[in-house]
Every structure is written in structure tokens, then in C-alpha cells.
């Protein structure tokens, strides 16, 4: 069942939506070479404390859909050919990588989750390319988010798009339902079939996130065992925003 939100909830999870938006924006400031994923970590996680917050990540049990260990960190770091839910580490980063940061909020009550994918130093061009279409991904899709609408939509629009830019999306991961609880129905696929699906309603609160990989989809454990990373180590990006539907439109709660 998709839980609906009131509106007093959602001002709540927007007002930690903020939050959040600000910590990664902080966070942003210190991608370069030679930084180790650790410091970022750390750095979250002492802003999500002082903040009133607590880290949504750090102890969770079920990570891309099967239990596993408590998740060890606040922050999810995942660098070139891993996709998602990687272990901080004190590797530095190096010049070219392109590394996801994924964080999620505990905030009064609610949670709120977001990721970005950022250049470390000078990239390449195919990976330049990367991170441009899958942030217009998250862009495309957030604009099929209206009542009326059905999840299979916002699915077809991420993997049209996608697609006809020559990169592939995810299949075996998705994005969520949030709230109370971080991981909530409905599962949003970034593929799928117009008109298909549930269909969208007035006060949903959602996170789309667009998963995209230069070769092939198909994706396997991190040695970190936390992780997954593409089968063929060819190069990945997330982007992720928590979304409501309010007053009949799209308003992104992880956005300053």
C-alpha cells in the first residue's frame, strides 16, 4: 500500500529535505583528488548530528533489497563502476574518478534521501557525458510526477531517455517510497511502459533516482559487500531526489 502524506507532514519532510540538500552541497565542496571517501563520511555525519538529525543509513539491514550486516556508515560512496551502497574507505580519490554520494535523513519523524554524482578533478568526456544525462534523466522524470499519472511513466521517461542518448539504465535496482519508514511502497523502476503501474496521487512522497551505466546493466556485489557495481567495469552514475506531489505538481523536497 502507498501511504499518503498530509500536508503538514510533507512541510516536515521538506524542511529536512532542505537539510539534507545543504549537507550535500557541503559535501560537494570537498570532491577532489587525494580526499579519502572516509573524511566525506565523517564530515556527514557530523553534520547530520548537528543538524537535530540522525544518519537513515547508518545500521540498516536491507540494502538493494536482500538483509545483509547493519550498513557501517552514514554516507554511501561509490566510485566509477560501483552504482550504489558502497563503503567509504580511506583510498583517496583519484583525478578522472566520478564518485556517487548517497545520504539519507532522519529528521523529525520522516526520513529523506538523495544522491549525486560528481566529478573529481578533470574527467573524460564519455564520463562528462554520463553525468549530464542522468541528472536530465532525474529532470525528465520528475516532470511525468502530477495526479493522474502512473509510476510506469516517470519509468518510461527515465529509460527513453536514457536510451536514446547510448547508455543504459539499471534493472535490478530502484527507487522508493519514503516517509516514516526510508524504504516504502511503491518500488519505481527506471524502466518500464507508459500508463502502466499505479497511478500518481495527491500527497505520495517518493525518491527517483536514475541509475545508469556506459555498457551493459547487468550488475554484481562490490567486494566491500555492500555495493554493486557493473558486471563489465564499465563506468555508472546515480542522481537521486525525494519527490512529493502537492497543490497537483512535482515539488522536490531534497532541493534548496
Same mark, same amino acid.
Given at each position: 500500500m502507498i501511504l499518503i502524506k498530509t500536508p503538514e507532514e510533507i512541510k516536515t519532510m521538506a524542511e529536512g529535505g532542505r537539510i539534507l540538500a545543504r549537507?550535500?552541497? #557541503?559535501? #560537494? &565542496?570537498? %570532491?577532489?583528488?587525494?580526499? *579519502? /571517501?572516509?573524511?566525506? +563520511?565523517?564530515?556527514? #555525519?557530523? @553534520?547530520?548530528?548537528k543538524s537535530g538529525g540522525e544518519c537513515s543509513f547508518k545500521g540498516y539491514e536491507d540494502h538493494g533489497g536482500e538483509p545483509v550486516e547493519p550498513f557501517p556508515n552514514c554516507l554511501c560512496v561509490s566510485i566509477n563502476e560501483v552504482m550504489v551502497h558502497g563503503l567509504p574507505s580511506k583510498e583517496p580519490l583519484a583525478e578522472g574518478?566520478? %564518485?556517487? @554520494? +548517497?545520504?539519507?535523513?532522519?529528521? &523529525?519523524?520522516?526520513? /529523506?534521501d538523495m544522491a549525486r554524482t560528481f566529478a573529481v578533478g578533470t574527467i573524460?568526456? #564519455?564520463? &562528462?557525458? @554520463?553525468?549530464?544525462? /542522468? &541528472?536530465?534523466?532525474?529532470?525528465i522524470a520528475i516532470r511525468e510526477v502530477k495526479p493522474g499519472q502512473h509510476f510506469g511513466d516517470i519509468e518510461w521517461a527515465t529509460q527513453n531517455y536514457v536510451e536514446s542518448q547510448g547508455f543504459n539504465v539499471v534493472r535490478e535496482l530502484c527507487g522508493h517510497g519514503i516517509g516514516r519508514q526510508l524504504h516504502e511502497e511503491p518500488q519505481i523502476m527506471n524502466f518500464g511502459k507508459e500508463g502502466t503501474g499505479e497511478e500518481i496521487k495527491e500527497g505520495m512522497v517518493f525518491c527517483i533516482e536514475p541509475m545508469v551505466s556506459v555498457g551493459h546493466w547487468k550488475l554484481k556485489k562490490s567486494p566491500d559487500g555492500f555495493g554493486y557495481q557493473t558486471q +563489465?567495469?564499465? @563506468? *555508472?552514475?546515480?542522481?537521486? +531526489? *525525494?519527490v512529493a506531489v502537492l497543490n497537483g505538481r512535482a515539488v522536490i523536497l531534497t532541493k534548496l
Open positions: 549537507i550535500m552541497r #557541503e559535501l #560537494e &565542496k570537498l %570532491v577532489r583528488p587525494g580526499i *579519502t /571517501t572516509q573524511d566525506l +563520511d565523517g564530515l556527514a #555525519e557530523s @553534520l547530520i548530528f574518478d566520478i %564518485v556517487s @554520494l +548517497d545520504l539519507g535523513l532522519f529528521y &523529525k519523524g520522516f526520513h /529523506t573524460s568526456s #564519455e564520463a &562528462k557525458k @554520463l553525468l549530464e544525462v /542522468t &541528472k536530465k534523466a532525474l529532470e +563489465d567495469g564499465s @563506468l *555508472t552514475c546515480h542522481f537521486e +531526489d *525525494t
